[in-house]
């Protein structure tokens, strides 16, 4: 796991701004029927929330089908924002933290990021009431592909007397990250979400009289002893006759 990066910190001020730029108000397009495009990209959604679902084994068709709806309708709404505020919607600028200008991934997440409220509210809300809190948690952790457990494994492996208070602080960070990623369209977008928390993480061991850097510093240089000494017993090895 690579140290996080400062710019990123930008995106947390401008995902918790007001919307960073401005819209203007449209006649509504004519409805116009879908096309192959939409229609294929539609089934790969209902798709995946059907999968979604049934990894849950509910074993109730009512509830499967309720939650299904509810997954599937919430992907299709995330793409057609994504798709329909593009990262040109949202004007070139800077960084105000370093004054270089702002990247084509960053555009994209402030423009998905004032997707409107309700649609990731209704999701929750609609699972919270349909499923038990650890089914919730699968749910978003599908979202993400796991990556709340998967980093916290990290900073554990980096910091191997995490604390249990570390830890629970850390693993907090780190769902609120999931809970946002849902809004986003792909991993890459996720992924720099979680970068915001990952930073967030680190300040909190650094304020907690801990060095994040050194202590990376010393995961890194003994992942490389260890290439290193298993390359070494290798090629010692005799060869097989």
Avoid at 101 to 117: F, H, N, T, V, Y
Avoid at 124 to 152: C, H, M, N, S
Avoid at 164 to 177: D, H, R, S, V, W
């Amino acid at each position: 796991m690579k140290p996080s990066r400062l710019p990123l910190t930008l995106l947390a001020f401008l995902i918790a701004s007001p919307l960073a730029f401005s819209q203007t108000t449209a006649a509504p397009a004519p409805l116009s029927a879908p096309t192959d495009a939409q229609l294929k990209s539609d089934a790969q959604l209902q798709k995946k929330a059907s999968e979604w679902t049934a990894s849950l084994a509910l074993n109730d068709p009512a509830k499967e089908a309720r939650v299904t709806a509810l997954i599937a309708t919430h992907l299709t709404a995330v793409r057609d924002w994504h798709n329909d505020h593009p990262a040109s919607t949202v004007p070139e600028g800077i960084n105000p933290l370093t004054g270089k200008p702002l990247s084509k991934l960053d555009r994209e997440i402030i423009a998905d990021s004032a997707m409107p409220k309700p649609v990731n509210a209704t999701l929750l809300t609609g699972l919270r009431a349909e499923l038990t809190p650890e089914q919730v948690e699968a749910i978003l952790d599908k979202y993400t592909i796991g990556k709340v457990a998967f980093t916290l494994q990290g900073y554990k492996a980096i910091v191997p007397d995490l604390t249990a208070e570390e830890e629970n602080t850390i693993t907090a960070f780190l769902k609120q990250a999931r809970e946002e990623s849902i809004g986003f369209k792909n991993m890459t977008q996720i992924s720099a979400i979680f970068e915001i928390y990952k930073t967030k993480s680190e300040q909190y061991l650094n304020s907690n009289g801990r060095s994040w850097k050194a202590m990376y510093k010393t995961y890194t240089d003994g992942v490389k002893a260890k290439k290193a000494a298993d390359a070494a017993a290798k090629n010692d090895a005799p060869a097989a006759k």
